[in-house]
């Protein structure tokens, strides 16, 4: 199966690169020829260049992990956001429909608006508050409406090799004597490596549609914190803070 992969620079890309190869040195079942990018070398906003270069390479399916992801620049850089989240999306499914091949869109829990108490499932309606959100949302949208061989899997708190919370903490204790995190924001951590299985063995079927992939269990930035500076055997003042008093641009 002929993969092409985009932001493969990213924390999941670097990591679904990984499996991959794990897999064909294994030489069991499926092997997989990779065709791995980043904007260096295929800009998913330039239309044309997205159709030459799937043209060229004809995967089976790509998996699109490229995304613009500062999620409060994104609130004054709306255009940006816009057109690599969902202008970017788009081009990618359109070009694969057009070869008849598969989509793999990554999202995010964004999409929701987050005030709900229970667990949000794929049939859920959108209602995003912030414009990484509102991009990501119509991101799927396009997904959806321009190639019924699309898988959209929402995904939420990512940590891997790369740039996360998890890399965060870690930067933050060596340059302070105290740690603030919120408290009230909570979410499902969710490892890259976990992940990646989960996406690869999706596009190996025809289960089209919507999916929600996120670790189980729950906590939030504070407690997740906490628990990372635990298992590091770093011992540090950690105090709660609410969302408001962190005053971040994009509403959460």
Known sequence: MKVLITGCQGQLGRELI??????????????????????????????????????????????????????????????????????????LSVATYDIGAKILQVSTDYVFNGMEKSPRREYDPLNPLNVYGRSKALGEQLVIATNPRHFVVRTAWLYGEGHNFVQTI??????????????????????????????IDLIQTEHYGIYHGTCEGECSWYEFARRILELKGINIKVTPISSRELNQTAKR
């Not at 930067?171 to 996406?199: F, H, M, N, W, Y």
Request: charged share 30%.
């Open 18 to 91: 990984r499996q991959f190869g794990q897999i064909n040195q294994k030489g069991q079942g499926h092997r997989f020829d990779l065709v791995a990018t980043d904007v260096g070398g295929l800009d998913i906003t330039d239309t044309g260049q997205v159709r030459t270069v799937v043209e060229k390479e004809r995967p089976e399916v790509i998996i699109n992990t490229a995304a613009y992801t500062k999620v409060d620049a994104c609130e004054t850089e709306e255009v940006k956001a816009f057109w690599i989240n969902a202008h970017g999306a788009r081009n």
């Open 170 to 199: 870690l930067k933050l204790v060596a340059e302070k004597k105290e740690l603030k995190v919120v408290k009230d924001q909570v979410g499902s951590p969710t490892s890259t490596v976990d992940l990646a299985r989960c996406i």
